[in-house]
């Protein structure tokens, strides 16, 4: 499963990511493995999405979430 398919409410484990260029951007911003993710919004069309992870929201546009591997928990 990967963080663009995440419904609203439901949390999810950051497992890995696919091959992107941007790995060390999301690793800044917090979402690194292990952490908790939640979906907090998604905009009107469906992109961008919203998340929250560590405390903080953060906005990925879906083909960046597609990049993400998770797990519920």
Do not use: C, H, W
């Not at 690793?27 to 992109?47: F, H, K, M, N, R």
């Not at 999405?49 to 928990?73: D, F, P």
């Amino acid at each position: 499963m990967v963080l663009a398919d995440l419904k609203p409410g439901q949390t999810a484990a950051i497992e890995a990511f696919e091959n992107s260029p941007l790995v060390l951007k999301f690793l800044e911003i917090g979402l690194v493995p292990g952490a908790e993710v939640q979906l907090y919004a998604t905009a009107p069309l469906g992109d961008p999405i919203a998340v929250e992870v560590m405390g903080s929201k953060i906005s990925l546009r879906k083909n960046e979430a597609k990049t993400i591997k998770i797990r519920l928990v």
